[in-house]
């Protein structure tokens, strides 16, 4: 299980479009559950990660003949793949159990979900900390129950306001519970400040894992003419 953490707008959704592109490109079977974004936002997202492409000429329909084209084959190639799956599961069919039966029933090995806090518990709490506690302990349950059977799956978290208002967010900081941190095989933290805007880049960064070291990257963040991921390398502050 690995968790995703930024702040509001930072580009949890972005990540995530990039690591559903990435696995399907891997040979894994990838099903994304957008939560909030609308389906169609999240396709377009994808498409751009895939294809190259501006986002906003893919979300605003004016892609001219030979972006278009280059759009066209990319989707393609990506379907030619195998099977990906994009879904927005309605209100009721939220839960940790339901999300996973989902992902079995259609044989995803990988699970993508956009993002914790519009997840919901099958128990009903007054305190949100233990509904949050419910999430987590069931998602890393259930997606390593049975070995033979066991499913990768990323989370998109918020950052909290104290980790929003410190300048480098520590485990603690994600979503309204420890819980995250304490059963995360690793947790990382996406930043993107004013700098990192106007270079086009932003820094991924472990924050806690159970194997290996805290270690970051910069990484290649462009979204204005073009849609480019990548790593420029590792980071220090």
Known sequence: LAVIGARLKVGKS????????????????????????????????????????????????????????IFRSSRERFAAMGPAYIEQPKRGDRTVPALIARAREVGADVILIDQLSYMEATGIYKDKHREV??????LKSEI???????????????????????GKPQSEHVALSDAVGQVADILYSLRRDEEHVNNASAVLEIMDTRRGSAKAWLLEWSLKNSTTFGVRGEWND
């Open 14 to 69: 972005w990540t995530l479009a990039s690591a559903f592109h990435a696995a399907r490109c891997a040979g894994f079977t990838p099903i994304l559950y957008t939560l909030e974004l609308p389906t169609k936002n999240f396709r377009n997202r994808v498409d751009a990660t895939i294809s190259g492409l501006a986002h906003t000429k893919i979300e605003r329909h004016i892609l001219d003949r030979p972006e278009l084209d």
């Open 133 to 138: 506690e419910e999430i987590v302990f069931s």
């Open 144 to 166: 390593s129950e049975y070995e033979d059977r066991m499913m990768a799956c990323i989370l998109a978290a918020q950052i909290n306001r104290e980790g929003a208002k410190a």
